[in-house]
């Protein structure tokens, strides 16, 4: 398999500078881009697949989100935000230098891309919303938050990925070389021969500092981004997702930019977008 080229980028934040670290596909020069940006607890390899079905016609760029995978952690966790990863996000494409982009998004990344995309003036041509939308489901933010930022360790890659599989049933069907890739990048050398997480337990302190106040506000904000949206937009929902809900999704397909909508059956939340019949319907909206 081809390898993609680790890059970084710095970023402003609260308390400095960080780096935010970034895996490049494709022509480094060419104008054409796509940005596929990963879950809360993921990292930029997880679209290794897709970016290879892609990367021959553009230049695919997946960012490790600050705190996950390569990128550096925050002194203050509370940076753990979508405001401030839209900011790193709005440097990066500084650094591409592209006029327009397209935005593959997954669960959080398509947050993001959200918030990019409603920007004034803003280079995002098509966004792929992947199993998320303005309205979050709590019960999926339960889910998530009783494991995020929880101690673990493991003897192998094997048992990480068991103990991850348990967490990600969502993702639907995978083979064990499947799983086993997206593993890898997940996990890291611990100071005792084992593996641990790839990202940074903090990223859990903002979501458990959330009140139901705050989440009503912040939806309200994203249905208003999601309705002064323009761009071509392509909504993604595993068909048992407990986090993009039948009746958010549909009303994204007659609000803001009248989204496509396509369901993958036997998945929940969120697609991984490995498996071909869901790389086909990415591949036919970005490059159709």
């Not at 697949?49 to 509370?78: H, K």
């Not at 891309?113 to 709590?138: C, M």
């Amino acid at each position: 398999m081809t390898e993609p080229r680790l890059r970084h980028v710095q970023c402003l934040d609260n308390r400095g500078l960080h780096r935010m670290a970034y895996w490049e596909w494709g022509d480094p020069a060419s104008p054409d881009v796509v940005v596929c940006v990963h879950g809360l607890t993921r990292q930029g390899r997880d679209f290794d697949t897709l970016a290879q079905d892609l990367c021959g016609r553009v230049r695919v760029v997946c960012p490790d989100v600050v705190g996950r995978g390569q990128s550096d952690w925050l002194q203050d966790p509370m940076g753990y935000a979508i405001a401030s990863y839209v900011a790193d996000m709005v440097t990066l494409l500084a650094r591409l230098d592209a006029r327009q982009v397209d935005w593959v998004g997954t669960s959080m990344g398509g947050l993001i891309g959200l918030g990019v995309a409603s920007l004034a003036g803003s280079p995002i041509r098509r966004l792929v919303l992947n199993d998320v939308g303005p309205t979050i489901e709590p019960a999926a933010v339960a889910r998530i938050g009783a494991y995020v930022g929880q101690p673990a360790t493991w003897r192998d890659l094997d048992e990480a990925a068991d103990a991850l599989w348990a967490l990600s049933q969502g993702f639907g069907p995978h083979t064990r070389e499947q799983w086993l890739a997206l593993t890898r990048p997940q996990v890291r050398g611990d100071d005792h021969g084992g593996l641990k997480p790839h990202y940074d337990p903090a990223v859990a302190v903002p979501i458990r500092a959330m009140t139901p106040q705050m989440a009503a506000a912040g939806e309200a904000m994203l249905w208003n981004a999601y309705d002064g949206l323009r761009c071509a937009t392509l909504v993604l929902r595993g068909a048992q997702s407990d986090l993009l809900s039948p009746a958010t999704a549909q009303a994204m397909t007659q609000r803001g930019p009248g989204a496509r909508l396509h369901e993958f059956a036997g998945v929940g939340h969120a697609p991984m977008l490995v498996q071909p019949e869901q790389r086909v319907v990415v591949r036919e909206f970005l490059l159709g």
